[in-house]
């Protein structure tokens, strides 16, 4: 599936949505917020695709964000308990549906379950929300 659901056409992300095709949905989690909610409005999307949609927007929305004192303290690059990553640092992705994809540390997202990233993927492929588990510094 190269190039991401960017490069996907619409029918085939209708039908593998519809078909609960679990790398289509994997994918779309890794997207930010505001890119979901946006997707959202897209006409062409079938009623099930917004359905899921929806669900994962959800999902998003109750996970605890990091509060300001936790923000400030990443951008300030102070070291936060659990947090292994700092602003701009290097990474690889060791896993996931992004797995052997290089990029950077762009915010810290949230610390709940574990704490996850905002990553700006290598060679304009966007920005994905990767947990730290699925990270690995590269030096």
């Known amino acids: 599936m190269g190039g991401g659901l960017a490069a996907m056409p619409l029918y085939r992300l209708n039908y593998d949505m519809k078909n609960n095709s679990q ?12 890119i979901l909610r946006s997707l959202l409005t897209c006409e062409k999307f079938e ?20 509060d300001q004192k936790t923000n400030n303290a990443f951008y300030n690059g102070n070291k936060i308990n659990e947090v292994q990553f700092v602003l701009n640092d ?3 992705i060791g896993s996931g549906f992004e797995m052997g994809k290089f990029g950077s540390v762009i915010s810290l997202v949230s610390l ?12 304009n492929e966007g920005e994905r ?10 030096h």
Do not use: C, M, W
């Not at 704490?115 to 993927?121: A, C, G, L, S």
């Not at 929300?129 to 590269?138: D, F, G, V």
């Open 90 to 92: 290097f990474v690889e």
């Open 23 to 34: 790398e289509v949905i994997e994918r779309f989690k890794s997207l930010p917020l505001y």
């Open 112 to 123: 709940e379950p574990e704490p996850i990233y905002h990553i700006e993927i290598d060679g």
């Open 47 to 66: 009623k099930q695709t917004k359905i899921i949609l929806e669900k994962i927007i959800k999902e998003k929305e109750v996970r605890p964000n990091a």
């Open 129 to 138: 929300e990767i947990p730290q588990s699925s990270l690995r510094i590269i």
